[in-house]
């Protein structure tokens, strides 16, 4: 079965400072991987996916994220954070061949001013 | 360009009533998905349907029902709502060739539901 781990359900970084938000998969095959951000009272937004053209996948807003088949992970990083920033933001797998994507459990970023 | 739209935005039911979301898509896209959202729980999928005229339980289906009313359209029923399915509720689509599973899929803005 598909799962997802978003390590952290709460992160905090000051303004200016390196956002790592954290995700591990469970799979055998490498499946897409993708990030959504949701801001406060509304539907999430596609932020990058990876569907096996390049490990490391840019994204909007200045976000980033890079796959490493060896640790299982597709964490999402961003050099310096924006207030603006401020959301929650959730891993998905969508694995090969299927209709679906399995969501962790979100983490909530905060920035600091 | 409006996307997914999802009716009503706000619901407040009483133990016991029926409702029905609706959904609808402008893209064209053959997959059409309803997830809840619950704090703590991430997304989790209720009812999708990979094509018009097909449905298929998600991961929590108890207590709902759906219908692919046309190509556009992917409906969410509750039929005697509980406190449990206090939730937000989501309707999503993709565009979906066979065995392409690293299309996007589009969220609506979602439901706030509140079963009391």
Not at chain 2, 29 to 37: E, T, V
Not at chain 2, 53 to 68: A, H, I, L
């Amino acid at each position: 079965a598909q799962s997802v781990t978003q390590l952290g359900s709460h992160v905090s970084v000051s303004e200016g400072a390196l956002v790592l938000l954290r995700c591990n998969y469970s799979s055998s095959v490498p499946p897409y991987l993708f990030w959504y951000v949701q801001y406060p009272n509304q539907g999430l937004q596609l932020l990058l996916k990876y569907t096996s053209a390049a490990t490391l996948v840019k994204g909007i807003n200045g976000f980033e994220a890079e796959f490493k088949k060896s640790e299982t992970s597709f964490h999402l990083t961003k050099p310096s954070a924006h207030m603006s920033d401020a959301a929650e933001y959730f891993c998905a797998v969508s694995p090969t061949g299927a209709n679906n994507l399995f969501f962790g459990t979100g983490t909530r970023l905060t920035v600091i001013p | 360009n409006a996307g997914v739209t999802q009716t009503p935005k706000f619901q407040v039911l009483k133990t016991g009533q029926s409702m029905t979301l609706q959904c609808a898509q402008d893209m064209n896209h053959n997959s059409m998905y309803w997830y809840r959202q619950d704090p703590g729980m991430g997304l989790r999928l209720i009812y999708y349907s990979a094509s018009e005229g097909t449905t298929d339980k998600g991961e929590v289906p108890n207590g709902y029902n759906v219908s692919r009313l046309n190509k556009r359209e992917f409906s969410l029923r509750l039929e005697s709502a509980a406190p449990s399915q206090t939730s937000v509720y989501f309707c999503a689509s993709r565009e979906s060739p066979a065995g392409n599973s690293g299309n996007t899929i589009y969220f609506g803005e979602g439901s706030w539901l509140t079963v009391v």
